[in-house]
T-cell receptor, first 108, second 113 residues
Framework: GIQVEQSPPDLILQEGANSTLRCNFSDSVNNLQWFHQNPWGQLINLFYIPSGTKQNGRLSATTVATERYSLLYISSSQTTDSGVYFCAVGSSGYALNFGKGTSLLVTP | DAGITQSPRHKVTETGTPVTLRCHQTENHRYMYWYRQDPGHGLRLIHYSYGVKDTDKGEVSDGYSVSRSKTEDFLLTLESATSSQTSVYFC????????????FGSGTRLTVV
């Protein structure tokens, strides 16, 4: 299957700081999604973004499919942004493969 | 989560016993998935379904079976539970396998003792 690598594995920020999370993948994809897993374990879909750029409030994501990477930007971070961020990719006819995630802690 | 529920939310069972986890959706989505989440591994696909009675294996399917007799229900069965199957199990749904976002259930925490 397609390999997914996320970096950094862990990140600690102060409230108000900005951050960039990266997702590299090993093959062509037609499905790429970013998820946030909150401290209670709930997985929330942030973006469906196989290519291009999307924004949702303080979060935005960019996928450069030809270079096989995606970036998730978090601006003006808040403590509620803490949790684990997963990148997941898929190609035609197959389910998503998940990376191991970036664990984010935002401190007051 | 709206439209997708997992049951039970927590379960403790003994080694060697059969266990069935249920995923129920009200979205009429064609695709349903079972993942397990373990520390250091992210989420790994166990089985998925692309329609009633249509299922396929994922990367960690050994020891698990699934059934989908109705669009809304996807059952995951551990035929004879082992301690290595202690995990958090997530169900997900999507309209299409490749081109749509996933929605996850709240998860089932299974402990095999």
């Amino acid at each position: 299957g397609i390999q997914v690598e996320q970096s950094p594995p862990d990140l600690i920020l102060q409230e108000g700081a900005n951050s960039t999370l990266r997702c590299n993948f090993s093959d062509s994809v037609n499905n790429l999604q970013w998820f946030h897993q909150n401290p209670w374990g709930q997985l929330i879909n942030l973006f469906y973004i196989p290519s291009g750029t999307k924004q949702n409030g303080r979060l935005s994501a960019t996928t450069v499919a030809t270079e096989r990477y995606s970036l998730l930007y978090i601006s003006s971070s808040q403590t509620t942004d803490s949790g684990v961020y997963f990148c997941a990719v898929g190609s035609s006819g197959y389910a998503l493969n998940f990376g191991k995630g970036t664990s984010l802690l935002v401190t007051p | 989560d709206a439209g997708i529920t997992q049951s039970p939310r927590h379960k403790v069972t003994e080694t060697g016993t059969p266990v069935t986890l249920r995923c129920h959706q009200t979205e009429n989505h064609r695709y349903m998935y079972w993942y397990r989440q373990d520390p250091g591994h992210g989420l790994r696909l166990i089985h998925y379904s692309y329609g009633v009675k249509d299922t396929d294996k994922g990367e960690v399917s050994d020891g698990y079976s699934v059934s989908r007799s109705k669009t809304e229900d996807f059952l995951l069965t551990l035929e004879s539970a082992t301690s290595s199957q202690t995990s958090v199990y997530f169900c997900a749904i999507s309209e299409s396998g490749a081109n749509y976002g996933y929605t996850f259930g709240s998860g089932t925490r299974l402990t095999v003792v």
